[in-house]
């Protein structure tokens, strides 16, 4: 008797378990980028020393020139701006746990990019349309920057904010704690 109550009890388990899983993968593969693009991004970071940037400051906003002697890395930059692009066009979020990605996105609306190719990679021209949205670009500016400095220790870093408005989320709103300090703020903070 106990066998036989143990087996329904066993498949129903095991069956929950399945379905777990299976949600647990979706639910990943939903909230991050394609294939494709992590593909990209990834050939970046780990050729960010194939890069060369260079960014001049305007009233505006800026112009950088990213560009590589490397076929493959020039390739996969381009294809990046573009995936990039769409993503925020679209309304979709990038790094969100970094305040500074968090506030770009907030003010992708006010911002214009002009992207052209150069014979070796890319030329962006950025635009604020607001006071907020050029200092805004400009710390995007230094953060690619550092990115292609860096490389992956620079992708693990968080950087910060620079036009707090009320919209744009802090370390804390952005953590476990949402917007209360939080088990984890406190250790970030040092406390």
């Known amino acids: 008797m106990k066998t ?12 929950a378990l399945i379905c777990a899983m299976a949600a647990s993968v979706v639910r990943v593969q939903a909230q991050g980028m394609p294939p494709e693009s992590r ?6 970071f780990s050729n960010h020393a194939k890069l060369t940037r260079t960014v001049e400051k305007t009233d505006k906003g800026y112009v950088a020139t990213t560009e590589s002697d ?4 020039v390739a996969a930059l381009r294809e990046h701006v573009k995936q990039m692009s769409a993503r925020l066009e679209s ?3 990038v790094r969100r746990w970094d305040p500074a990605f968090a506030e770009y996105v ?3 609306k006010d911002i214009k990019h002009r992207f052209e190719k150069t014979n070796k990679g890319v ?5 604020g349309k607001t006071p907020a949205a050029i200092k805004v670009a ?9 990115f292609v ?11 910060p904010a620079v036009a707090q408005t009320k919209e744009t989320p802090t370390a804390a709103q952005g953590c476990c704690a949402k917007g209360k300090v939080g088990t984890c703020c406190a250790r970030q903070a040092g406390k």
């Open 4 to 15: 036989k109550t143990m087996k329904p009890m066993a498949f129903t388990l095991m069956a």
């Open 39 to 44: 593909k990209n991004i990834h050939t970046l």
């Open 70 to 73: 490397d076929p493959q890395v």
């Open 91 to 93: 309304g979709l979020m």
């Open 106 to 108: 907030e003010h992708y």
């Open 123 to 127: 030329r962006m021209t950025v635009t």
């Open 138 to 146: 400009q710390n995007h500016a230094a953060v690619i920057s550092e």
């Open 149 to 159: 400095k860096d490389g992956w220790s620079a992708h693990d870093r968080s950087h």
